[in-house]
């Protein structure tokens, strides 16, 4: 997955982040991956000063879709049982136009 790289959270959560996506960028983004994996949603949309942060669900398991000014847009497993989902958004966005869009 080109420029696509998995890293553990403070929390041990399996997360992947495109760190080039901008706070403007985030809804349309959101809305792409939500309609791509048919997620619905688990929370209100969470916008602080310098993050906003989004849970979906597909079934069982429950992903963040969250960005901050440090990484911009990430994908984290709220569950070991949804790193699976994250592992399958990566590869979609590593093909998608979002891994090669500047923000």
Do not use: N
């Not at 997360?15 to 791509?36: F, G, M, N, R």
């Not at 993050?51 to 984290?76: C, P, T």
Request: charged share 20%.
């Amino acid at each position: 997955m080109s420029g696509i790289q998995f890293w553990r959270d403070a929390s041990q959560r399996l997360s992947v982040d495109l760190s080039h996506i901008s706070a403007a960028d985030y809804p349309a983004i959101c809305k792409a991956v939500v309609s791509e994996f048919s997620l619905t949603q688990e929370s209100e949309l969470v916008v602080g000063p310098d993050q906003m942060f989004w849970d979906y669900r597909r079934v069982e398991k429950v992903i963040g879709l969250d960005w901050d000014i440090w990484m911009g847009f990430m994908v984290a497993a709220k569950t070991t049982a949804s790193e699976p989902l994250v592992e399958e958004i990566a590869k979609w966005l590593s093909d998608s136009s979002w891994a090669h869009s500047q923000g």
